[in-house]
């Protein structure tokens, strides 16, 4: 919410091939200092993790924003509606730990991170299939599990 009233509703602008690629983005670089274990830029990991969550939250506002909304919006609108999508994926995250009893608790972040990218080649794939699928979950249960699995990877890394 910083950002949107720092730069307003920018993201607005971009298409959602556009958002895909900065979370590959980020996703890549956290992958490349896993392997690397070296940061010339000076962010870390940590930030690179948070930005795929706002991402993601900023690519499920814009897959359900209708045509029509304006490229700027009301700052407190958004701050409703990016508060209903991390409950939305947060009540997500209940029923799937739920049903996969905490798996992530032992598995390794870098897993997690591969698991961001293997998400990321889907949703590439799905847009480029101009959003048509024959058997899999949709851009936005993918969007879901990036995020999900970006929280799992910040409560692994002692994150709060």
């Known amino acids: 919410m910083k950002k949107t009233y720092d ?13 895909t690629d900065q979370v590959f983005i980020k996703a890549q670089r956290i992958r490349t200092l896993e392997e ?4 010339k830029v000076g ?7 948070i930005g795929i969550i706002n991402y993601c939250v900023i690519a499920i506002m814009q897959l359900e924003c209708p045509a029509d909304t304006p490229v700027e919006m ?23 730990n739920h049903d996969y009893g905490e798996a992530w608790r032992d598995m390794r972040i870098s897993s997690l991170t591969d698991l961001i990218l293997m998400k990321l080649l889907r949703v590439k794939q799905i847009e480029d299939n101009q959003g048509h ?23 692994k890394l002692g994150v709060k």
């Open 133 to 155: 699928t024959l058997a899999s979950e949709g851009i936005k249960a993918n969007y879901q599990d990036m995020l999900n699995y970006s929280v799992f990877a910040l409560i």
């Open 36 to 39: 690397k274990k070296v940061s």
């Open 7 to 19: 730069y307003g509703t920018a993201w607005r602008i971009l298409r959602p091939e556009s958002i």
């Open 74 to 96: 009301d700052p407190e609108a958004v701050s409703t509606l990016f508060d209903e999508k991390v409950d939305e994926t947060k009540e997500l995250m209940f029923a799937k």
């Open 43 to 49: 962010e870390d990991i940590t930030s690179e993790y």
